[in-house]
């Protein structure tokens, strides 16, 4: 599990102005391509479209946190009792002279040598309270000075974001998961955010869950919200869809047997195909004919796509 860096940029001499010079205006590739191996350069121009990447800095004081930094963490900017914008880290350095070039020095000399780069972050704006009872904090806690969080302290932090972002926030996380599917570490936050927004769609709060296929109630640790129609055959609208586009399955095997086409949702009943393996005939026995508590008007359109191109009858 990726760790969650709450960020603050709240001083206004300099943050504020760096968030504005390095993060909304990233910078040119060529101005920090000098101070990266081929690997850091590599992990950041294989994970972003453009020419310049949003870039951060953290004076000395910070390194212990700075260290716990790791490529996929996801970063929380926030100052003005918000959380106003998440990304996601794509590799970091320690850098002097590249942190001079690009932020020069406080009034003592020091500059921001603790650098990370991260994709161009997400508007969210989620109060600091919300995430304060999730990460554990007291509930008038201020963040101030970077914090890393891992674990499952992060996990919650992470799973309440999702649950608040604005649907225009949503629509960007699906945007950067379509930007950067293909690259495993790094995606790895990112597509858990539409992840989280599916399930915080379906599930809400909830401790458990229905599986879709099996109709049995299970933790929500144990259900995933599995795309209906198959996630790189949709198209934006239908990726944006969240309301209709998924639904709860299980990890005891509904997925898969699903994205495998061995059942599927026909009249609002689970159809499952016909196979030489006994033991797995005896799961499809036990799931046709389940009644799918999930199936819409809406989500119909997904499901026909899943009969007529991923099932195997
Ligand atoms: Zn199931």
């Not at 101005?31 to 310049?52: G, K, P, V």
């Not at 998961?177 to 379906?202: A, F, K, P």
Request: glycine residues 6%; hydrophobic residues 35%; contains cysteine.
């Amino acid at each position: 599990m990726s760790g969650i860096i709450l960020q603050p940029a709240s001083d206004k001499t300099f943050s504020r102005p760096h968030y504005v010079d390095t993060i909304i205006n990233p910078v040119p590739l060529n101005r920090i391509a000098e101070h990266l191996s081929a690997t850091q350069l590599t992990q950041i121009t294989s994970s972003i479209t453009t020419d310049a990447v949003s870039t951060w800095g953290i004076k000395l004081y910070g390194i212990r946190q700075w260290e716990k930094i790791e490529p996929g963490d996801t970063v929380l900017f926030v100052w003005d009792n918000q959380y106003r914008s998440m990304s996601t880290v794509l590799t970091k350095i320690q850098n002097t002279p590249l942190a001079r070039d690009l932020w020069g020095e406080d009034e003592a000399g020091n500059t921001w040598e603790l650098t990370y780069f991260i994709q161009q972050p997400i508007d969210i704006n989620v109060p600091y309270e919300h995430l304060n009872a999730a990460g554990g904090f007291k509930p008038n806690y201020v963040p101030q000075g970077v914090n890393v969080l891992q674990g499952e302290k992060a996990e919650r932090v992470l799973d309440t974001v999702f649950g608040r972002l604005p649907t225009q926030a949503i629509s960007q996380v699906i945007q950067s998961v379509d930007g950067i599917q293909n690259l495993d570490r790094v995606s790895t936050s990112i597509s858990r955010g539409e992840q989280g927004v599916l399930r915080n769609s379906l599930l809400g709060d909830s401790v458990s869950g229905v599986c879709g296929i099996c109709g049995h109630e299970y933790p929500v640790s144990f259900l995933i919200a599995a795309h209906i129609k198959k996630r790189s055959d949709c198209t934006d609208t239908e990726k944006r869809d969240i309301p209709s586009i998924a639904m709860p399955m299980c990890l005891m095997g509904c997925d898969a047997l699903y994205e495998a086409g061995y059942v599927t949702i026909e009249n609002r009943l689970v159809k499952t195909v016909a196979t030489a393996n006994d033991s797995l005939q005896l799961i499809l026995n036990n799931l046709s004919g389940n009644i799918c508590s999930y199936w819409t008007a809406e989500r119909e359109q997904y499901f026909s796509w899943h009969r007529n191109n991923t099932f195997s009858s």
